[in-house]
Structures are given as C-alpha cells and as structure tokens.
C-alpha cells in the first residue's frame, strides 16, 4: 500500500494553473523525485505536500490518514530548503535543537537528540559555530540535522545541493542516499537536475508545465521514455532526436534519416512492432541515446540488433572514460559514445554501429511514443 499518496491535485495561483490534476504515490521507505525544468511546479507540488500551500483540487495522504486540509504542524514531515533557513545569530546545536525546544522537548532528551544526529552527520565539531562560520556544504548538514531531529514519516528536500560546487554536490548526493538507506524514511526530494533524480530516486515523477509526464523507476523513466519531452530531458548528452521517414516494401522496414539531404542513410529495421508498422511511408521521429550508437568493435558483442552505418565524423571530444564523437545523419547532429581508445578521427569516415533494441520511436505530431 502506498504511503504517501496523492490523487488528483490541482493547484491555481489566481486564476493560473501551476498543478494539473497530478496523481502519484511512494511507498514507505520510497525515495521520490519530483524532476522537470525551471518553473514546472516541482516546489508547488512538494509546499502542497508540507502544507505550506493550499490546494484547490484533489487529496494529500500520509499513512492512510487525509492530511489535504490539515496545517504544517499536523502532518508530520520535515523540510529542508534550497537556502537552509538557519537562524545566523544561533549556534549549530542551537538551530538543531531549536525545533524541540519549541515543542517543549526536556533538555536532556534535546542533547541527546543534537548529538545522534552531528555524529550521523559529521558535524560534531562544528556545534558551538554560527552559521556564518560555516562552509555551504557544513550549513547544508545543519539544514538536514535540523530536519533529521524531528524523526518525521517524511522528509521533503527542495533543491537542498542547488547552492553548492560540483565537486560537493556529488559528495553530498552520496551521502544524502546513504543516509536513506540507513533511516529508511521515506523522501521526496525536488530537483531540476536529472543526474540527481536518476542516482537518488526509487521513483521519478517528470513535470512540465504543472503536468505529470511520466511516473515510474529511473530506469523505466530512461528507458521507456513515454513522449519526447522526458527522453529529451533524461540523460546527458541527450538522447539524438532525428527525423525519418517509414517504407515498408516487401516485407522489409526501412527508415530513411534526411529526405531531400544530399547524405540520406536508410536503416532496416530488422524486428518492428504493428505499431510500428502502421507509419508506413509517414514521418516519424527516431531516438537512440548515444550509448546505443558506438564504435563498431565495442558493439559487436551483440549482432542480432547492431545496424552499421558508415558516418562521416565531425568532431571528437575524448572524455576520460569515454570518447565523444560527433557526426551528421540526414542534416542532423548526432552524439556517439565511443570507448575511450576509440578509432575516430575528424574528417573521416568511420563505421558506426546502431543498437536498435535500445532505438524508440515518436510521432512528430503528438509527440508521443509509437515503440
Ligand atoms: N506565489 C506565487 N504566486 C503566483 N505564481 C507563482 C507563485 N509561486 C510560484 N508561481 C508560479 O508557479 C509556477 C511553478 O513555480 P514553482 O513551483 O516554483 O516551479 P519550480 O519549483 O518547478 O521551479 C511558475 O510559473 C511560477 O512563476
Ligand atoms: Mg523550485
């Protein structure tokens, strides 16, 4: 049975639509994230959860229990924000304790408390310093230890590593995951970041524009992708996004990339679906992330679905662990992973090799996906 569950929200702000009849639900112990670009509505959605807004639609549950109507104090979660909100004229254990003392927690118990938790998270240095003392990564600690004291059914993080440096925000995103692993409480945690959602989340909610996209596992989320936008938006370098056109003769699919280009490539298509099928001589738009486009010798592992395309590299950009390789399929730029002692040389031609197991297929028009 889901544990937080939220069914059919709606959320205006005036007479503007910022949450369009949003549905999902995490388990207990569940890590959820709200992904999707600036302004979606993933901090709406998660204040709708801490009751710091209102709702005009829909219900809110926690533990079997209607929380929709019920003030911040009622409904039992925790938040920790993209600014930390530390009080600056307070010590590191003062702003820890300050919640419990509010709440009339006995000192003792209130110690105790303040120190589990700097042990937890390493901050038992650091507890007699005020937050101007601090590093951001430090005051993003205290942020979570003041959160972690409440022992709350659910944590809400919104953008909680947005303020730090790359290097830290990886550290921190570690640890926060270690940290679920080991408290088991159940998250939901918003982000624009669609590494962090991939590493963090059990499950995934994509936003756009206030509308649930797509609900489910990263993997289902990076795999299935349910229409462009969540395929475009998940993963990095993106998935190649390209125009084609579906001939279906004799028996045998093809898909011709570049109509009127003077470098058209058609690839067939060895297994297709009746969905598939069914776009026999219209467009379609074909997505292959680019680990699914390889140089030819690390590919050929697996003949059944590999398709070579010969491609005139353009650029290539060695990464450490891999080698970018840049080239052009019917007019369109197009990504490739390459191993890292890849073969490739700008200005040349080079065999490519397409796995059409992992290749998904968009109509142009609706955007969404066919197979
Ligand atoms: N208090 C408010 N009054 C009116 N509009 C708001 C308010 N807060 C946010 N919005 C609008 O609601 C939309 C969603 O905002 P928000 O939830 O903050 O997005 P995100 O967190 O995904 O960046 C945006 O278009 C934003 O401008
Ligand atoms: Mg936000």
Do not use: W
Not at 66 to 79: C, F, G, K, N, Y
Not at 159 to 169: F, M, Q, T
Not at 334 to 341: N, P, Q, W
């Amino acid at each position: 049975m889901s544990f937080l569950n939220i069914q059919n929200l709606s959320k205006n702000y005036g007479t503007v639509p910022v949450l369009k009849n949003i549905s999902l639900e995490i388990e207990e112990g569940g890590f959820l994230v709200l992904v999707g670009p600036s302004g979606c509505g993933k901090s709406t959605l998660l204040n709708t959860i801490a009751g710091l807004e209102a709702i005009n639609e829909g219900t809110i549950t926690i533990s079997a229990k209607d929380v929709s109507q019920l003030h911040p104090s009622e409904r039992d979660i925790a938040m920790v924000f993209q600014s930390y909100a530390l009080y600056p004229n307070m010590t590191v254990a003062g702003n820890i304790s300050f919640g419990m003392e509010m709440r009339g927690v006995p000192r003792d118990e209130r110690d105790r408390s303040v120190k589990q938790v700097s042990d937890l998270l390493q901050i038992g240095h650091l507890l007699n310093r005020k937050p101007g003392q601090l590093s951001g990564g430090q005051r993003q600690r205290v942020a979570m230890g003041r959160a972690l004291v409440r022992k709350p059914q659910v944590f809400l993080f919104d953008e909680p590593l947005s303020n730090l440096d790359a290097k830290l925000r990886v550290d921190m995103r570690t640890e926060i995951k270690r940290l679920h692993q080991r408290l088991k409480t159940t998250i939901v945690y918003v982000t624009h970041d669609q590494v962090e959602a991939m590493t963090l989340a059990t499950k995934i909610a994509v936003l756009k524009d206030g509308v649930l996209q797509q609900f489910g596992s990263p993997a289902e989320i990076y795999n299935d992708p349910i229409n462009m936008f969540v395929a475009d938006f998940m993963g990095s370098p993106a998935m190649n996004l390209l125009k084609g056109k579906m001939s279906v003769t004799g028996g045998k699919t093809q898909l011709m990339l570049g109509q009127n280009e003077e470098r058209c490539v058609s690839i067939d298509l060895k297994q297709t679906s009746a969905a598939l099928k069914i776009y026999k001589d219209k467009d379609v738009i074909f997505g292959i992330r680019p680990e699914a486009l390889t140089d030819f010798a690390s590919a050929s592992y697996n003949g059944a679905s590999i398709v070579k395309v010969n491609c005139l590299i353009e650029v290539v950009e060695p990464a450490g662990s891999d080698t970018f390789a840049i080239t052009k399929l019917g007019g369109k730029e197009v990504v490739a992973r390459l191993r890292a002692d890849a073969n490739v040389q700008a200005g040349q031609y080079s065999d490519l090799a397409f796995n059409l197991d992992k290749a998904v297929f968009f109509d142009p028009t609706s955007q969404l996906r066919i197979a």
